[in-house]
């Protein structure tokens, strides 16, 4: 279905004799001297309500007016308008000075609206979404396609800039000292708590009475586990570090940072996968068959429910956010690994109807060896191009996340 294009607004406010005009993704002088004027480093403007019928009845009643202002923060706020050029439909709004865009969305929220807009001195006036997560395309398989191989492509750019990690770190304002030292950290308490449940799984495996010890083990010592956390509160460090800033970058000032801070994501990524697969492997030995990497089913599963535990830990500044970022997060999560089991149902489907369509039409029988190797090869190339363009979502949504735009 075709999506309605947006119809240009305006914001319209007078402070102090000045009359100030700043339409959304344009550059506007009058905005400047606004801050300039106000000694301020940024500008908030929320709408009260959405364009059209509603706008028009809150701007007919006071008394709503009145209880929607009371759901603000008590800061300066000042009365403006948020103008359809179109049709000159008109909705009532307020603007404060400094205050940060994650502080903007939660007022937004409170107050009932679904975008806001913000701007800094030189730059173009940006609108922005309440909902961090919200796709500009919707929840629509197109856009989740989109967002998936726009993420493939952005790893594969920071997998090529990858020789410049240790401008990276120092760019996530860290040093290689404590990238190193959390490598270590990683690593170490993989090695450390594979081999413990190894050895409880050894010896509580026939006791039936232990059995409920056997699955607290399991939960706290499940391959996923340690490097989400332990990655997840190296970032949140980051994050934090990075909320101090005088004030919030604007889109393009966002997307040259994380152009130069992706290939330390990157290493972090490649740092929990390493260790998921030496959890895994000291957890299975010596009955399971690993191969060169472990149980591949458990690695992947493992590996995209790290990523996804990831962002919860290292973005939440509250309990509330934690879990529901965690309940969304989890909710992806389980989604991404039961669509890569039916991904590879169907593929094993496709793949036994076309050899048994080749057996019946060629003159000789085909091999049962050749047979098993060639779904074998189908299988891996299938997994790993499913893994493969999840991981490239929860890469986009990861930067988008990460960079707060």
Known sequence: MARKKKQPVEVRIEIDGLDVTAVPDRHSAEIDRLLEQRGAGSFVFIPLAKLGKKGQRLLDNPAAMRR???????????????RRRADDSVAPGVLAFDIR??????IAMKVGVNQFIWGTSGAP????????????????????????????????????????????????????????????????????????????????????????????ANALFYPFVIPAVLVGIYLRALMQRGAKQARDFTAAEAEQNWI???????????????????????????????????????????????????????????????????????????????????????????????????????????????QQFISSVINFGAEVFFVAVLLGYAWSRTRQQFMRL
């Open 125 to 216: 006036v940006e609108p922005h979404d309440v909902k961090i997560f919200e796709d500009e395309g919707g929840h629509t398989w197109k856009s989740w396609r989109a967002r998936a191989f726009a993420g493939l492509s952005d790893m594969a750019d920071s997998a090529r800039n990858i020789a410049a990690l240790p401008t990276a770190v120092e760019e996530s304002q860290t040093t290689m000292e404590r990238f190193w030292q959390l490598v270590a950290a990683v690593l170490g308490a993989a090695i450390v708590v594979g081999a413990i449940k190894a050895v409880l799984s050894a010896l509580l495996g026939s006791d039936e009475s232990m059995s409920w010890l056997a699955s607290i």
């Open 101 to 106: 865009r994650r502080t903007a969305r939660e």
């Open 260 to 370: 130069k801070v992706a290939p330390h994501l990157l290493a972090l990524w490649a740092l929990c996968w390493i260790a998921i697969v030496l959890l895994t492997w000291l957890q299975s030995v010596p009955s399971a068959n690993l191969g060169l990497f472990g149980r591949t089913d458990g690695v992947t599963t493992s590996f995209i429910i790290c990523v996804w535990m990831l962002l919860p830990i290292a973005h939440s500044h509250d309990v509330e956010t934690l879990f529901k970022s965690a309940f969304e997060s989890g909710i992806t999560a389980a989604v991404s690994i039961f669509t890569i089991k039916i991904s590879l149902f169907v593929t094993n489907l496709f793949t036994d109807a076309v050899l048994g369509l080749l057996t019946s039409l060629l003159p000789f029988e085909i091999p049962e060896w050749l």
């Open 68 to 82: 929607k202002k009371a759901k603000l923060p008590e800061v300066d706020w000042y009365d403006g308008e948020l």
